[in-house]
Nanobody, 111 residues
Framework: AQPVESGGGLVQPGGSLRLSCTVS????????MSWYRQAAGKQREWVANIDNDGSTSYATPVKGRFSISRDNAKNTVYLQMNFLKPDDTGVYYC??????WGQGTQVTVSS
């Protein structure tokens, strides 16, 4: 199955966005879900994980600003992004081991 990411957009530095990622099928609840991002000209990098027991982990650059959560009833994982910086600009993807890469959602942080 292919995740469908949404919620990206243009936001000013210091602003917030909430990304969503929905996946069809019955495998969602057993998957550790992750968010990744890729800036133009750079490699894709890991942002955050949420395991099927709700435990979370974050990359150092986003710790304290981003929050990952999930709703297994809706097959959806979220990424709440606060205090956004220009360095957060990129295409954001969600991923689980049972899923292929989706199209991503563009986040642009600029004044």
């Amino acid at each position: 199955a292919q995740p469908v990411e949404s919620g990206g957009g243009l936001v000013q530095p210091g602003g917030s966005l909430r990304l969503s990622c929905t996946v069809s099928g019955s495998l969602f609840s057993r998957n550790l879900m992750s968010w990744y991002r890729q800036a133009a000209g750079k490699q894709r990098e890991w942002v955050a994980n949420i395991d099927n027991d709700g435990s979370t982990s974050y990359a150092t650059p986003v710790k304290g600003r981003f929050s990952i959560s999930r709703d297994n009833a809706k097959n959806t994982v979220y990424l709440q992004m606060n205090f956004l910086k220009p360095d957060d600009t990129g295409v954001y993807y969600c991923k689980g081991i049972d899923y292929v890469w989706g199209q991503g959602t563009q986040v642009t942080v600029s004044s």
